[in-house]
């Protein structure tokens, strides 16, 4: 079982504002990012259907936390942690960092999702077990991992020149 997924990717010129800092909105982005990475990392998917019947994930709660800015055209590793599970939901840890292996995290983030089943006449959504491979392949983190990760976002950011 997995409860951890780290992945590279490079802030895109599109992602910045006009003074070339990553727009605040595209950190939610590389969130889902990660979560549908590392999703497909298992062989799974965040949206499937079977027999007509539509399975996704919602998010519920979302938060982030800016420490010091992304900008074009950093390298950044994006580092995902489990750190609850229930029966049809989630909950990720993710972790901003430059991708030099600098040990400070430039921001952090927390977002819960839960499975859920489109009900067949279009109506909406609703709350449903997650899926059997799901819970069989993706485990919850060691609690000190999870307390690390957040530790690390709360500690005063060193200044550094430009930031």
Known sequence: MTHEFEYERTV???ETDMSGIVHFSNYFRYMEEAEHTFFRSLGLSAHS????????????????VYRRPLRYPDRIKVR???SDRTASSLAFEFGFFAAD???EPMAG?????VCVVRDPAGDGVHA????????????????????????????????TEGD
């Open 101 to 103: 292996g600098a040990a």
């Open 12 to 14: 895109e010129f599109a």
């Open 128 to 159: 449903t077990d997650m899926p059997a491979e799901v819970a069989k392949r993706v485990s919850v983190a060691p609690r000190e991992k999870i307390d690390a990760a957040r530790a690390a976002l709360e500690r005063k950011p060193r200044a």
């Open 49 to 64: 259907e079977s027999d007509g019947v539509m399975l996704g994930w919602v998010r519920v709660d979302a938060e982030c």
């Open 80 to 82: 995902l942690l489990v």
């Open 109 to 113: 983030g927390r977002m819960r999702t």
